[in-house]
């Protein structure tokens, strides 16, 4: 069965940084596309990134651009979103998803990871 | 700017009763739509994919319709477990959702 499990978030102090890793596993890893989503705390569902299966390209939404980047690591079946100049609205459940048919829709979705931006 | 605006925002009905759950685009999007279920605590699920097929293991109680701007997810039978909030999801400018329906007991 697939599963998507999130690691790496904690508080951080606004204008730090933080790494986040989602360990794949259950499916064809270097298959498929791969995505971050955000959810503020009582707040709706916000997409952040999308690497594609090969990692040959990277889309970003516009919140985040120039600050965080999405990587993977197909040798590890491992998912990475470096952020950095963090910033308190960026304080969110952090999920990585998977990718459904190159559609651009979220099949299956890991637990969450929750980042605090916060001095 | 590309908008997702889901309606109502919050829906009070007893199970047994029918949901009907609007998604309204602000431009065509032909049929590239999906919907997800969320529930508290939990990561959203997948529901309905480009607009009317269900994904694997979605009850046949969910079913999803529209093209262009306007969408419906409707829930035939309302189950006690159905009590969630759901999210409209499309790709256009990249990836926007809608800001949910909240699905409440009556």
């Known amino acids: 069965q697939v599963q998507l499990v999130e690691s790496g978030g904690g508080v951080v102090q606004p204008g730090g940084s933080l790494r986040l890793s989602c360990a794949a596993s259950g499916f064809t890893f270097n298959h498929y596309g791969m995505h971050w989503v955000r959810q503020a705390p009582g707040k709706g569902l916000e997409w952040v990134a999308f690497?594609?299966?090969?990692?040959?390209?990277?889309y970003y939404g516009d919140s985040v651009k120039g600050r965080f980047a999405i990587s993977r690591d197909n040798s590890k079946n491992m998912l990475y979103l470096q952020m950095n100049s963090l910033r308190s609205e960026d304080t969110a459940m952090y999920y990585c998803?998977?990718?459904?048919?190159?559609?651009?829709?979220?099949?299956?979705w890991g637990q969450g990871a929750l980042v605090t931006v916060s001095s | 700017e590309f908008v997702l605006t889901q309606s109502p925002a919050t829906l009070s009905l007893s199970p047994g009763e029918r949901a009907t759950l609007s998604c309204r685009a602000s431009q065509s999007v032909i049929s590239y739509l999906a919907w997800y279920q969320q529930k508290p605590g939990q990561a959203p699920r997948l529901l309905i994919y480009?607009?009317?097929n269900r994904a694997t293991g979605i009850p046949a109680r969910f079913s999803g319709s529209g093209s262009g701007t306007d969408f419906t997810l409707t829930i035939s039978r309302l189950e006690p477990e159905d009590f969630a909030l759901y999210y409209c999801q499309h790709r256009s400018n990249w990836i926007t959702f809608g800001q949910g329906t909240r699905l409440e007991i009556k």
């Open positions: 690497i594609r299966y090969d990692g040959s390209d990277e």
């Open positions: 998803a998977k990718d459904f048919r190159d559609r651009y829709y979220f099949e299956y």
């Open positions: 480009d607009a009317s």
